[in-house]
């Protein structure tokens, strides 16, 4: 039986051939808009999730050592810190994330293996517990130890299996610290039963899904389960959980997503309510695929049969692998740099392929919107499932994460390195606007949208035979330095006929404005693409484009009696070599 679980598990024995075949197949996107480059190298010991405490600064923390690297902008400053950690199988370090508050309480949280010994180790016996603790950085380490604020320990009555340990933690919109851990191999038949592996309707396994704590270690009082009568069911978010390397908030909604490896049957991609059961260890995949295996004992189960707390509901997954890929980071691409039909995709990898999947979100963001023949959401074959693949040989990606420049980072857990994912054409919204005195704005938006739906109108605030001419002023900072090109996108219209607009672009040399593009508004949209010099109009110090929209009335022609312009598209597309 091949299972999926070993995402992390048997890397230990096959590191040195991975990371071979790494570095001899290069990583492939799909999409020809979209590049990939090394951000960082150089780590060691294979490293598994990072956390950003700064633009550009992040801490990564590495499985096999437990130690904790600092790297800002791309290059390895030092080591943070060192932990003793238990590394047989799936063991080691786990998950880091900075606190909300990072940049003024500086607390890191960490989820490690902790070794008895005081050093790393890969005897099973010397595995305490998997533990989540609090450290705070003070510019260059982490220290100030504090916790365990929860603890996952050996226990003799149950199963402790090395593998199924989980480990990404992250922070909710709510404030609270989540993580999730596997199951550990607990809860079996014959015996063996557990509430979470619902396999029994009392006794907890203390692991197997998705916890909620407070900052501080303490149980909120609104989640799910703390109505019941055993208190180790107070910190579950969602139980049913086999194991799972992936979890991410969708920055958009602020729900919690994650996917869970399968044994012989089903991997899954899961929006994760409040109390949901996600099935395990008697569903995997969809309820109505009845899926049989091992430790189901080949029976077919539904969601009737499982172990329903109060407040607890099965939801299935929002897509599925019928044959087990061994699914690992999962993420959102939201940023505005992407291409504009890539924003709303939900990105998730896998270690047995070293594929990157992308799938897009309904309005809702609740489902996937998939071709017809994966309407069932799952891929039975290699044909359904390669409808989804973003890109080729990327490793083993455990984490992948947003930075601050818009740009995506990807964990390579086999390589050790971080990569970065970029458009090859950056489309930047305006950074800053400004209104010449005497212009007001009306209407809403956020500052330009590419749709009709939202505009930003401007307008002079006067109702006169003599309007006065509008200057709207936007300012946009690249990312780099050294752009191929630079296309600046315009689409306007006005509540009269006949109204002249000029696009200039502040030139550099001169330190002035300069006239690139003159139309005519109406009430239709015009819309206008204008090429901008780099050598003349980007600022080399503060990486700035600065354009103005001028709407001039016509002397001696009949003018509306308010001159108003809606700006439906404002846009720099910035082509990098």
Same mark, same amino acid.
């Given at each position: ?11 230990? =024995? ?108 890969? +005897? ?29 320990? =050996? ?44 396999? =029994?309707?009392? *006794? ?118 019928? +044959? ?38 309904? *309005? ?85 949208? =590419? ?6 109108? +401007?307008?002079? *605030? ?102 108003? +312009? ?12």
């Amino acid at each position: 039986m091949v299972e999926s679980h070993r995402t992390m598990a048997h890397l230990v =024995a096959g590191v040195a051939l991975a990371c071979g075949a790494s570095a001899a197949s290069a990583q492939t996107l799909l999409d020809p808009r979209l590049r990939v480059s090394v951000w960082a190298s150089g780590f060691s010991s294979n490293p598994t999730t990072f956390t950003w405490i700064g633009p550009g600064e992040m801490l990564v923390l590495q499985k096999h050592n437990g130690r904790v690297r600092w790297v800002k902008d791309g290059v390895i400053l030092g080591d943070a810190l060192d932990l003793p950690v238990n590394i047989d199988q799936e063991r080691g370090g786990l998950g880091i994330v900075a606190d909300p508050d990072f940049a003024t309480n500086g607390f890191v949280y960490i989820y490690y293996s902790k070794s008895t010994t005081g050093g790393d180790t890969n +005897v099973n016996a010397s595995w305490l517990d998997n533990r989540v603790e609090r450290y705070t950085w003070n510019g260059a380490t982490l220290g100030n130890a504090f916790g365990p604020l929860v603890a996952f320990p =050996a226990d003799p009555n149950q199963g402790n299996g090395p593998n199924h340990d989980g480990g990404v933690l992250r922070f909710g919109p709510d404030g609270k610290l989540y993580g999730q851990t596997g199951d550990l191999n607990r809860g079996r038949f014959g015996g063996k039963e557990r509430v979470e592996q619902n396999t =029994a309707t009392s *006794g907890s396994a203390s692991v197997g899904g998705i916890f909620r704590i407070n900052a501080d270690g303490t149980i909120p009082p609104d989640n799910p389960f703390t109505g019941e009568s055993d208190a180790a069911l107070h910190l579950w978010w969602s139980y049913g959980l086999r194991n799972g390397f992936g979890m991410s908030f969708d920055p958009v909604t602020g729900e919690l997503w994650n996917t869970e490896n399968g044994s012989s049957s089903y991997d899954e991609v899961c929006r994760v309510p409040k109390g949901m059961n996600s099935g395990w260890l008697k569903i995997m995949g969809p309820d109505a695929r009845d899926a049989t295996y091992f430790e189901n004992g080949f029976a077919a189960f539904d969601a009737s049969d499982l172990v329903h707390l109060a407040n607890s509901t099965y939801v299935d997954p929002a897509f599925s692998f019928k +044959v087990p890929v061994g699914i690992t980071a999962i993420g959102f691409l939201t940023s505005k740099l992407f291409p504009h039909d890539l924003q709303d995709r939900c990105l998730f990898a896998d270690n047995n392929l070293k594929n990157l999947y992308a799938a897009p979100l309904d *309005g809702a963001r609740a489902e996937f919107v998939l071709p017809p023949s994966l309407a069932d959401r799952v891929a039975d074959d290699a044909t359904e499932r390669d409808l989804l693949r973003l890109g080729t040989n990327f490793g083993v990606v455990t984490d992948l994460q947003l930075g601050a420049d818009g740009y995506l980072y990807l964990m390579d857990h086999t390589g050790m390195r971080v990569l970065q994912v970029r458009p090859v054409t950056d489309e930047l919204d305006p950074a800053a606007w400004r209104l010449e005195p005497g212009a007001r704005t009306d209407g809403a938006s956020e500052a330009a949208e =590419a749709s009709d739906d939202v505009a930003w109108e +401007v307008s002079d *605030g006067v109702i006169t035979r003599r309007p006065r001419p509008l200057r709207i002023g936007a300012e946009f900072a690249l990312n780099a330095a050294n752009p191929l090109a630079l296309v600046a996108q315009v689409e306007t219209r006005s509540i009269g006929p006949g109204v002249p607009q000029q696009i200039e672009a502040w030139n550099v040399a001169t330190q002035r404005f300069e006239t690139v593009d003159v139309a005519v508004l109406g009430r239709d949209d015009v819309a206008r693409t204008v090429a901008l010099d780099p050598a003349l109009h980007l600022d080399p110090v503060t990486r700035a484009v600065k354009l103005r929209l001028s709407v001039l009335p016509l002397p001696g022609s009949r003018q509306p009696p308010r001159l108003a +312009v809606r700006i439906d598209l404002l846009r720099l597309d910035v082509t990098y070599p």
